[in-house]
């Protein structure tokens, strides 16, 4: 092998997705050395990855580009499709870049996460298809995927990686029941996150304050519509009568489409003239390690997004997870034996305080909690290089 590419990445205002590309880049540096110096990485936006600096450890490419109308290539496009009956000419032609760094020396990383989990992924299956034409090892890094989800044209898929990682048991058990034999079981990558320093916001106090994340995705799972933010919000007004901590509202993705800030921010404006509140990081001015680095300093944090768990979890911050999906209780399960107490799924949120019983028993088990994470988190973490030295084995 003397290349890896990485596809598909929606980005690094999402910055799960930049911690997961921050942290394959330095493990694939020391699971095949040999390519530490030809990466590139295939972005759907690859702006937001350069104003956070990921073009300095690798190279950084727009996952497409499309045929500029009344160009040679576009005539000729319009000849093969409409002619020679070449429907996928013009989809071939924007993933141009993609399937010419493919080749038998390639290592292609599908940077998983959640890519197989929300409807059929068809762009995954048209690179995998024209990818593998090239003779290009495929592997699926770091993966989420519904059970339910794996119909036989994603289980065919799924079969022609070289390996699939699944990131917790849940998922891994289901594709070895659906004779995936391919799959492998590895923490999530992000965990390997380092943190970066910044100065604490104001309000911020170390050892005191309450981390709080919220996110639009949980929101569109609720089966009661205005429940999350309404248990949310009743657990601020919880935290602010019946405790003396502060409360930092942290967001974690920031797309415009899929933005944490939005409903943050209606929780912070119920909130802001009391100055135990704080709104952190609104204005996306911080990369993924500086934002653990805030999360590492609370005292217990509330997640909605899976990475922002990740990095609580990994900086052995007691977390409180509010799920939606398979990822939120495999991993759970996995880092305590079971997600009960752990996880609650946002689909069952009926009562506005269920949020806020639910916390008052995990404070309880604080100290406890963050003494177990210390004490098993070195070798959970461990695992993540040894299972990626495999790859470096294939030929």
Not at 25 to 54: C, H, T, W, Y
């Amino acid at each position: 092998m003397n290349k890896i590419i990485m596809y598909p990445h929606g980005g690094s205002y999402n910055h799960g997705c930049e911690a997961i590309v921050r942290t394959t880049l330095d493990i694939m540096d020391q699971a095949i050395p040999e390519v530490s110096k030809n990466k590139v990485l295939f972005s759907m936006r690859p702006e937001e990855d350069i104003q956070f600096g990921m073009d300095k450890k690798c190279k950084v490419l727009p996952q497409t580009r499309p045929l500029q109308s009344r160009s040679f290539d576009y005539f000729k496009g319009m000849v093969k499709r409409h002619i020679l009956g070449d429907k996928g000419f013009f989809d071939r032609y924007a993933y141009r870049d993609v399937f010419n760094s493919a080749g038998k020396e390639t290592l292609a990383l599908s940077i998983g996460g959640d890519n197989y989990c929300y409807g059929r992924p068809g762009d995954i299956y048209f690179m995998n298809k024209h990818i593998r034409e090239k003779g290009t090892n495929t592997i699926l890094w770091g993966c989420s995927i519904e059970p339910s989800a794996m119909d036989e044209e994603m289980v065919d898929d799924l079969k022609q990686y070289k390996f699939v990682f699944a990131r917790e048991t849940i998922t891994y058990n289901a594709l070895l029941e659906k004779g995936i034999k391919n799959a492998r079981l590895c923490p999530d990558p992000a965990f390997l996150l380092e943190k970066e320093e910044v100065s604490l916001p104001e309000g911020f106090e170390e050892g005191n304050t309450i981390g709080i994340n919220l996110s639009p995705m949980i929101m569109s799972y609720e089966e009661n519509k205005g429940a999350a933010l309404e248990n949310y919000s009743k657990l601020v007004q919880y935290l602010i009568e019946e405790t003396e901590h502060q409360i930092a509202l942290i967001p974690h993705v920031m797309w415009d489409h899929n933005d944490d800030r939005i409903p943050l921010k209606k929780l912070y404006e119920k909130y802001k003239d009391n100055n135990r509140v704080l709104f952190v990081a609104a204005d996306n001015s911080l990369n993924g390690m500086q934002l653990k680095y805030l999360i590492s300093k609370c005292n217990i944090f509330i997640a909605a997004r899976t990475h922002s768990s990740i990095a609580a979890y990994s900086q052995c911050v007691p977390t409180l997870v509010v799920g939606y999906s398979v990822k939120a209780l495999g991993i759970a399960r996995d880092l305590f034996g079971s997600e009960d107490g752990y996880v609650i799924p946002v689909q069952s949120l009926k009562k506005e305080n269920d949020l806020t019983n639910l916390y008052k028993e995990f404070a309880k088990k604080e100290d406890s909690i963050r003494k177990f994470l210390v004490d098993m988190m070195p070798e959970y973490k461990s695992r993540i290089v040894e299972a990626a030295k495999e790859i470096g084995t294939l030929n």
